[in-house]
């Protein structure tokens, strides 16, 4: 928004009036008369879905939960694009805590306008949602599952990581036992496609190694830069002005 001339206002739970028993929906309401657009990330699932319902001006969901991430699967999407030219014809293989991580949940949903194979690799318990299964097969693609990433990788164009998410796990115990499945190095890059793009959200914690980032495969900062771009364009697009 800076980039684009505009200004932020910047409220989180400790300065609203949440503290005082205020709705989130009444908050975004009061939002709506100081702003032109309301970007909400929020730890429920749905919460802005509600929201959305009593605000007047345009509404951009920054993450729910571990419910949904709509404007990162759209740079997901570009970057792919950018890297391999299109999305079309494309394997994409997604891997981690698939359970929690609401990226690969809009990012297989996005996937569906296109023509790609959707793989899935996570530790037990942590596979894809039921749900997002469903909806993904509904649209006829093709999807398949491993438990061992060097069995997808050969086939694999777009390798989509992602962290276990440590903050949604009851115990530490339930989180160490998810931990260092799947780990991206040097060495699993040699068994990739000379021309595969290694993407992943950000942040990183182990499930990719630090001697990976000068692959030219290694596409996970330039995928960041994409984001700025991306969520530029979007909030011009809303506030009518492209």
Not at 38 to 61: D, F, Q, T, W, Y
């Amino acid at each position: 928004m800076q980039r684009l001339g505009g200004t932020v206002i910047q409220l989180d739970e400790s300065s609203s009036s949440h503290q005082k028993g205020e709705s989130l929906s009444d908050t975004v309401q009061v939002m709506c008369g100081y702003s032109d657009v309301v970007v909400i990330r929020h730890p429920k699932p749905g919460a802005l879905e509600v929201a959305s319902r009593n605000c007047r001006k345009p509404i951009i969901n920054a993450g729910d939960g571990t419910g949904e991430h709509p404007t990162q699967a759209l740079l997901d999407v570009f970057t792919i694009r950018e890297e391999l030219g299109t999305v079309n014809g494309m394997t994409v293989t997604m891997v981690g805590d698939l359970k929690h991580g609401r990226t690969v949940h809009s990012l297989a949903r996005l996937l569906t306008l296109y023509r790609v194979n959707l793989c899935y690799v996570a530790p037990k318990g942590l596979e894809m949602p039921q749900e997002v299964v469903d909806y993904v097969a509904a649209r006829g693609i093709p999807q398949s599952t491993y438990s061992s990433l060097e069995d997808a990788l050969p086939e694999t164009d777009v390798l989509y990581m992602t962290r276990i998410q440590k903050e949604r796990f009851a115990t530490p115990e339930e989180y160490e036992r998810s931990c260092g499945q799947f780990v991206v190095t040097p060495h699993t890059m040699t068994k990739a496609k000379k021309k595969m793009v290694l993407m992943h959200p950000l942040p990183r914690v182990f499930e990719i190694s630090p001697e990976v980032d000068t692959d030219p495969r290694a596409a996970y900062f330039r995928q960041a830069e994409c984001g700025m771009y991306v969520r530029m364009a979007l909030l011009a697009l809303v506030l009518g002005r492209v």
